[in-house]
């Protein structure tokens, strides 16, 4: 009885698998589904390689290359809980000639979970085994320092209680802020300010207009020599816009920073931070603007649980 429910879900599957290549041609066989599985692995297409690694692990559960894939495609494609891809990393590390690449992802998937210190010990095992390629490509040391910045955020955890919660389409979620009573308004950010590496890396075109008449938002500039850097502006009485300028060295690091605020005093700014002491992807920041030095002060990370190893953008105090 149960090698027949077995059967049954295999068979769904791969209708699913069939389906979803539909209309670019069936999968003939185990060796095709292989084959257009690994093709989208190594293009780091993880989400479309979901559900093929997923048939492929149904019927080779002990498969330890087929845990690995299946565990990485899980971690960008089904987040609703992030402890899972652990086990399948864990498993597949049975295997000694496994896929090197297993503890950069290893790492992640605990530095996802919080274990910060397992996370730096796989990192520090990718680092000593991986080619320098691949260590290069994936910015391993950088990874490191993530969470040893989590590990000293964690020293202090604070309360926090979510009083609402809602979901919101990314492509308008500006929309659902409240900012009547903010220092200004969250607009989309003009044309003319974008830049051809903007337009052409899809920069974001969320901007924040401050009450003041300046204009902040994130750009790759006209080089794109450190990523995204926080800008400002301002219109002039004949409606065009002077030079943008970035932030100084003091908001704007070698990684990403995008996402900026200023509150109601207009010289405190909230920032999305992709550098500074993040203990992953984007933290929240807040940094103020000292008026005796004309300078920003060093940004202070907003810490746990406000920021967490993943994306934490656009931050409105209330």
């Known amino acids: 009885m149960k090698s027949v429910k077995k059967h049954i879900i295999l068979v769904l599957l791969t209708l699913i698998v069939s389906i979803a290549y539909s209309q670019k041609g069936t999968i003939k066989d185990e060796d095709d589904l292989i084959k257009r599985a690994d093709q989208l692995f190594e293009k780091e297409d993880f989400v479309a390689a979901f559900s093929l690694y997923q ?63 397992d996370a730096i010990e796989s990192f520090e095992k990718f680092k000593t085994d991986a080619k320098s390629s691949w260590t290069a490509k994936y910015n391993i040391n950088r990874r490191i320092e993530e969470c040893r910045n989590g590990l000293f955020l964690l020293s202090e955890v604070r309360g926090i209680y979510v009083i609402n919660n809602i979901e919101v389409k990314e492509q308008s979620f500006y929309r659902s802020y409240e900012t009547s009573k903010s220092g200004g308004k969250i607009i989309v950010l003009p044309d003319e300010l974008r830049t051809k590496i903007d337009k052409k890396l ?117």
């Open 55 to 117: 048939t492929l692990l149904s019927n080779h559960e002990d498969n330890s290359e087929y845990n690995f894939r299946y565990a990485v495609c899980l971690m960008y494609a089904d987040r609703s809980d992030k402890t899972k891809p652990i086990y399948y990393l864990e498993k597949a590390l049975k295997n000694p000639d496994v896929d090197k690449r297993l503890f950069y992802f290893l790492g992640m998937a605990y530095q996802m979970n919080y274990q910060f210190t």
């Open 202 to 318: 899809d920069a974001s075109t969320v901007a924040f207009f401050s009450n003041s008449g300046i204009i902040y938002f994130a750009s790759y500039g006209e080089k794109n020599l450190s990523g995204l850097d926080i800008y400002s502006t301002f219109q002039n009485p004949d409606g065009s816009w002077a030079k943008p300028e970035p932030l100084s060295s003091v908001i704007n690091t070698s990684y990403d920073d995008a996402y900026p605020y200023i509150s109601l005093d207009g010289k405190t700014l909230y920032f999305s931070s992709k550098g500074h002491n993040s203990m992953g992807g984007f933290d929240v920041f807040r940094s103020v603007y000292d008026l005796s030095f004309s300078s920003w002060t060093q940004p202070l990370n907003m810490s746990f649980p406000l920021n967490t190893p993943f994306d934490e953008i656009m931050f409105l105090p209330d």
